[in-house]
């Protein structure tokens, strides 16, 4: 993505980076387990439209997070790049909610021509410490949701790594890698809860992934959900840093997905 001009307050320039969304529908993991979470995160409130946020650098470098209240704008912009088109990001000053130093997530890009990224100093004495990326090397609740969000990204590539799971009568509903462990188990048992009581907005998503099947994507304390609605999931775990935990198809695993999918799709 080419950096691009648009004026936010006190007509300082912001060269756009990237973008993401803040909506119910799709949040960067890295915020929260769900929705209300994240807007929490920028101190912002949970309205049911969402926001975009433009990711940028001023004239002096430094790094900014601009919110915005025109979803479709910068949804248009994410859609554009994704499929290798140019796109000029350009939201004005009507549209800007907030404008918050820092990043929530690493950027490889920088802007050309300006110093390299660096934290704007403080507004004032005590003010908002800058957003930034959690340290990728400290397991935890946000490296767990960006390590969901990864493998969402790359599914194929992730199940690529695991043989076909078992089939007929005797087939587990959820066998795993390591066995039956008690974490897995919980948080089975917890995503399965949200079908009898409905968890905050965003704690459970779904995204096209074949014209028959919806990938899902659900969070709660301590663990995170990947799957798809036709194959298996994988489950990421406070308690065991790093690891990707397969969970195989069987009679149970595709009506918890089938719901948690048909969960999602309802209206908040």
Do not use: K
Not at 15 to 31: D, M
Not at 135 to 158: H, I, M, Q, S
Not at 197 to 202: F, H, L, Y
């Amino acid at each position: 993505m080419g950096g691009t001009d648009d004026t936010i307050a006190d007509d300082d320039a912001l060269y756009v980076l990237s973008a993401l969304l803040l909506t119910p529908e799709r949040f960067p993991g890295v915020l929260g387990d769900d929705y209300v979470a994240a807007c929490a995160a920028l101190s912002l409130e949970p309205f049911a439209d969402g926001y975009g946020l433009v990711l940028g650098q001023d004239g002096a470098g430094a790094r900014w997070t601009v919110v915005v209240d025109d979803v479709s704008l910068v949804a248009g912009a994410i859609a554009a790049w994704d499929c290798g088109m140019e796109y000029d990001l350009s939201p004005d000053d009507r549209s800007m909610v907030t404008a918050l130093p820092g990043w929530p997530l690493a950027l490889a890009v920088s802007a050309p021509g300006v110093p390299a990224p660096h934290d704007p100093e403080p507004a004032e004495p005590g003010g908002p410490a800058p957003l930034s990326p959690p340290d990728a090397e400290t397991w935890g609740p946000a490296v767990r949701r960006l390590g969901a969000d990864e493998v969402g990204a790359n599914w194929a590539a992730w199940r690529g790594r695991i043989e076909d799971p078992p089939s007929g009568p005797g087939a587990p509903s959820a066998s795993v890698s390591s066995g039956g462990h008690p974490g897995v188990r919980r948080a089975l048992a917890e995503a399965r809860g949200y079908l009898d009581d409905a968890p905050p907005p965003g704690r459970v998503r779904t995204e096209f992934a074949t014209e028959a099947a919806r990938t899902v994507r659900a969070d709660g304390p301590g663990w995170s959900l990947v799957a798809r609605t036709d194959d298996m999931a994988f489950l990421l775990l406070d308690d065991e840093p790093g690891e990707v935990i397969p969970v195989r198809r069987g009679p149970e695993l595709p009506s918890l997905l089938a719901g948690l999918a048909e969960l999602a799709a309802r209206p908040a």
